[in-house]
């Protein structure tokens, strides 16, 4: 999954927690699309 529109509170606490190095984050649902479409792409 693809976390998406994050406020600037929630993006920051994720990032002190480290958790954006296991988390998939993009700043819109376009370049989540693409994301997808590239992970289900190495999958086959």
């Known amino acids: 999954f693809v976390l998406t529109g994050l406020q ?4 920051r606490l994720i990032t002190i927690s480290q958790l954006d190095t ?3 984050i993009k ?3 376009e370049d989540s699309e693409k994301f997808i479409a590239q992970e289900i792409t190495k999958g086959a």
Do not use: C
């Open 27 to 29: 700043d819109n649902i």
């Open 22 to 24: 296991v988390l998939n």
């Open 8 to 11: 600037t509170a929630v993006e």
